[in-house]
């Protein structure tokens, strides 16, 4: 009983270790103040935060420079006109962030080589430009989700979004980036993975593993509070059978490249 209180509490007063320090740098201060938003107001963005995020994710590092993602944009009304709903958590403004080779089959015809590495490296990158414009939106103030099921928006839903949106071969749906204003922040962090788990000096630790049941066990704890009708092990079985249909979609997307060669 002690242990599952003292991963309740842990809940609301758990924080980054370097935020412990006295001052951090703004940057820092804003990755460990980013939260997921789930409910936001109608306050509208204005056009030049869109652009400033939209370039964020444009200038973001890549592999080789190659850039390998594409961003689809959407205010509410186009995206009520696309998928006949509104964005999920009343969003102002979304963002379907694609990991992307098949611009550039055209100018980098080697490529057509390597689909396995092409779209690893893609969707890497994709991420990095996801992170950036989630990053520089909360620097505006702006709240922000990145979704990959919620409102059939992201990877767990990449058939659905490959033919509402009519995507080429070599071009696959990882996320859903939705802004906003407002979304009230709930005190502590979600739960994080002990630092022993994830941060192994010189060499991979086999028993990492053995550091996990409080985080385990916080995890059942947060979606109890937050999905009080539900629970934890229906969410994990519904998203273990998107998962399998999913992963035909991805599979195919992955051998594109050598089915088109072949």
């Known amino acids: 009983m002690l242990k599952w209180l003292r991963n309740f509490a842990a809940l609301f007063t758990g924080k980054p270790a370097a935020a412990l320090l006295h001052e951090l740098p703004e940057t820092i201060r804003l990755l460990f103040a980013r939260r997921s938003c789930r409910s936001f107001n ?10 400033a995020i939209l370039e964020a994710g444009r200038f973001a590092p890549s592999t ?20 006949d709903r509104p964005i999920p958590f009343k969003g102002c403004y979304a963002i379907i962030i694609c ?38 939106a909360e620097a505006f103030g702006i709240s922000s989700i990145m979704l ?7 990877l767990l839903d ?22 906003g204003r407002g979304g009230r922040r ?8 002990p630092r022993e788990a994830v941060i192994m000096p010189a060499a991979y630790d086999r028993q990492a593993s053995s550091h996990l049941g409080s985080w385990y066990e916080q995890m059942f704890i947060g979606y109890k509070l937050t999905h009080p009708l539900s629970s934890f092990e229906k969410q994990i079985a519904h998203y273990r059978t998107k ?17 088109s060669r072949g």
Do not use: Y
């Not at 509208?44 to 869109?50: F, H, K, R, T, V």
């Not at 779209?119 to 990158?125: K, T, V």
């Not at 709930?186 to 993975?193: A, S």
């Open 148 to 154: 990959s099921e919620t409102g059939r928006a992201g």
């Open 64 to 83: 080789v420079n190659l850039q390998t993602w594409t961003f689809i944009t959407f205010t509410r009304q186009q995206w009520h006109g696309t998928f």
């Open 158 to 179: 990449c058939a659905f979004l490959k033919e509402k949106l009519a995507l080429p071969e070599s071009v696959l749906p990882l996320t859903t980036l939705v802004l």
């Open 99 to 136: 990991a992307d080779i098949f611009r550039l089959k055209n100018f980098l015809p080697d490529l057509q080589e390597t689909p396995f590495v092409n779209l690893s490296l893609g969707i890497f990158n994709a991420g990095l430009a996801a992170m950036s414009m989630t990053m520089a």
């Open 186 to 193: 709930l005190p502590g962090i979600p739960p994080r993975q």
């Open 243 to 259: 998962m399998v249909q999913a992963e035909v979609v991805i599979r195919d997307i992955f051998l594109a490249g050598r089915k």
């Open 42 to 51: 109608d306050e509208p963005l204005l056009d030049e935060e869109i652009h």
